[in-house]
Structure formats: structure tokens, C-alpha cells
């Protein structure tokens, strides 16, 4: 079935790099995404990857995804606290409405 | 820089109560979304509108309904609300032209029923 996982936490000092990573099932997806959530906030799209693509850079992001393997990490150089929130993957396929979502990943940046 | 918004950040209502939902996004945006939140589940899809009164059900429609009479405006209505409906509620809109897609998400409402 349909289903993406991440882990649940991940801490890191301020200044360093996070790797958050997420696998995914569905071989049929075609866009890739990473959302943040801060505390009490809805999601914001950070950005998205196409499925025939391995790489994609945007500023201190860099997705990287392995389609063989159905892995997908979000990289975020020079960490700060603003960074503390969490993170969700999720796929989608051309074409279509749904998204499935991963659980999010609660990033805790410290000082 | 306001985008969208929900009509109320938070909500209490009773047990069979009819509850609306309000979401308005300002980007002229054709489709909308609305999810619903639950800790270790992630976001769920209620109902998807891609344009003016057209609809689909998501993945837990049950309990729920929905109306689009203006494109910038999607309501979500819980005809008698039951406990286990007490989540946060995220309203999103997405374009997608081409290979580009934006999507912006409203901060959410969260709703208690008692």
C-alpha cells in the first residue's frame, strides 16, 4: 500500500547540517515534497523535487532522492534555531489531487 | 502578505452542533483543499475543490461536507459534530501550471468538540 515514512526527531547543534530523510512507496509518484510546520502555524511548501531528478538546491536546501531506493532527504546547511519546526514529505502524482503525507519529523535546533 | 486564512483559529462546539469552517485565499488559486491534522497520522484530504462548485471526496470524507460558490472561498461543514472530529483543520490552495506548483496553507483551525 501507499505509505511514507520519517522519523519521528532529530536534534542538531546550531551551525551544523540536518539530513532529514523520508522512503516512500508509491513507484507511480511524480512530485516529491518537504513542508515546515512552526508551532501553531499550517505547512509551508519548502520545496519539491520531480521524479526523474536526483538533485535539486535552493539556498541552504538541498533535496537529494534516490528513486531506486524510494529515499528521499532534505538537507538543511548552517542550521539556526529558526529552523526548530517540523517536517513533512510527502508524494504526488501528476495528474492528481492527493498527496499522502509522511508523520513529520520534529527538528530541534540547539544553541 | 495574507494569503490564506481560516476564519477562526480556534473553535469549541457541542456534540451535534453544525459547524462551518471558513477558508479565503487571495491568489486566485482554482484548486483548494481541506485536511484535517492529527498527531501521528499526518495530514489527512477531507475534500479537494478544483473550481467553482466542483468537488471530490478525500480520503475520510465521512462527516463532512463541503461548498465552493466562490472560487476564493472554500467551507467546510460538519453537519453534527462528534468528539472524534475534535482535530486541527488546514485549509490549502495550489496552482499548477506546467511544471510549477505553488501551494500556500492557512494557519489552521483548531476545533474542540465536546
Known amino acids: 500500500g501507499e505509505d511514507v515514512e520519517q522519523s519521528l526527531f532529530l536534534s542538531v547543534r546550531e551551525g551544523d547540517s540536518s539530513v532529514i530523510n523520508c522512503t516512500y512507496t508509491?513507484?507511480?509518484?511524480?512530485?516529491l515534497y518537504w513542508y515546515k510546520q512552526e508551532p501553531g502555524a499550517g505547512l509551508q511548501l519548502l520545496t519539491y523535487i520531480f521524479s526523474n531528478m536526483d538533485m535539486k538546491q535552493d539556498q541552504r536546501l538541498t533535496v537529494l532522492l534516490n528513486k531506486k531506493d524510494k529515499h528521499l532527504s532534505l538537507r538543511i546547511a548552517d542550521t539556526q534555531t529558526g529552523d526548530s519546526a517540523i517536517y513533512f514529505c510527502?508524494?504526488?502524482?501528476?495528474?492528481?489531487?492527493?498527496?499522502?503525507f509522511g508523520t513529520g519529523t520534529r527538528l530541534k535546533v540547539l544553541a | 502578505d495574507v494569503k490564506v486564512t481560516q476564519s477562526s483559529r480556534y473553535l469549541v462546539k457541542r456534540t451535534g452542533e453544525k459547524v462551518f469552517l471558513e477558508c479565503v485565499q487571495d491568489?486566485?488559486?482554482?484548486?483548494m483543499f481541506w485536511y484535517r491534522q492529527d498527531p501521528g497520522l499526518g495530514l489527512r484530504l477531507i475534500y479537494f475543490?478544483?473550481?467553482?462548485?466542483?468537488?471530490e471526496k478525500g480520503d475520510i470524507p465521512e462527516g463532512y461536507s463541503v461548498s465552493r460558490e466562490k472560487k476564493e472561498r472554500f467551507s467546510l461543514i460538519l453537519e453534527s459534530a462528534s468528539t472524534n472530529q475534535t482535530s486541527m483543520y488546514l485549509c490549502?490552495?495550489?496552482?499548477?501550471?506546467?511544471?510549477?506548483?505553488?501551494?500556500?496553507f492557512g494557519p489552521g483551525t483548531r476545533l474542540l468538540v465536546l
Open positions: 508509491d513507484s507511480s509518484s511524480t512530485y
Open positions: 491568489m486566485d488559486h482554482e484548486n
Open positions: 490549502a490552495s495550489r496552482s499548477r501550471w506546467g511544471n510549477q506548483e505553488t501551494q500556500y
Open positions: 475543490s478544483y473550481d467553482v462548485k466542483m468537488k
Open positions: 510527502a508524494e504526488g502524482a501528476s495528474g492528481t489531487y492527493k498527496y499522502i
